[in-house]
């Protein structure tokens, strides 16, 4: 009976440690992480089973031919898709922008990864596009369209915890 317990308790704890260890990247980010804001221009605000949301593309996301090393430039795709890439961040009148794209980690703090398979050549804006995780947001019911209003305009700013190349969304003004 007294072996029974343990299987038990084992039982009841893994999916509390899975929990946890899902958790955990996004909690100590939130709780450790460098505050920065990120412009944005929206794309579409609602989403039937979701609500009202808006889809964001952040200024940082594109980037002019010279912020972006040439060993990223000219990478081959087969090897370079195994590698993080990083987008170097500095922060002036505390918003951030865009100051290099590199494989190699910065030795500062302020810095987000991306994946190397998204990096494409706008031919149009001769510009990079660097599509970034924290493309939705939810925003109160029926305040979509307001948002996207706003955004249409250059008015929006995200606010984000940054740790570890990690970045969380914490709020929208």
Not at 28 to 53: C, H, N, Q
Request: hydrophobic share 40%; with cysteine; aromatic share 12%.
């Amino acid at each position: 009976m007294h072996r029974n317990r343990k299987w038990v308790w084992a039982a009841l704890a893994i999916p509390f440690l899975c929990i946890a260890i899902v958790a955990a990247k996004p909690v100590t980010t939130l709780l450790y992480g460098e505050e920065i804001i990120l412009s944005t221009a929206p794309v579409d605000p609602t989403d039937l089973f979701y609500g009202d949301y808006l889809i964001l593309s952040y200024d940082i996301s594109e980037a002019a031919p010279e912020l972006v090393d040439q060993k990223v430039r000219t990478a081959d795709y087969s090897e370079a898709v195994k590698k993080p890439l990083y987008l170097w961040l500095k922060k002036k009148n505390n918003i951030g922008s865009l100051t290099r794209v590199s494989f190699e980690k910065p030795p500062h703090s302020l810095y987000l990864k991306a994946g190397f398979h998204n990096l494409w050549l706008n031919e149009e804006t001769k510009k990079y596009n660097i599509p970034l995780q924290w493309d939705r947001y939810y925003v109160p019911e029926n305040q979509g369209r307001e948002w996207e209003e706003r955004a249409t305009k250059g008015d929006i700013l995200v606010h984000m915890k940054v740790r570890n190349g990690f970045a969380v969304p914490i709020s929208i003004e």
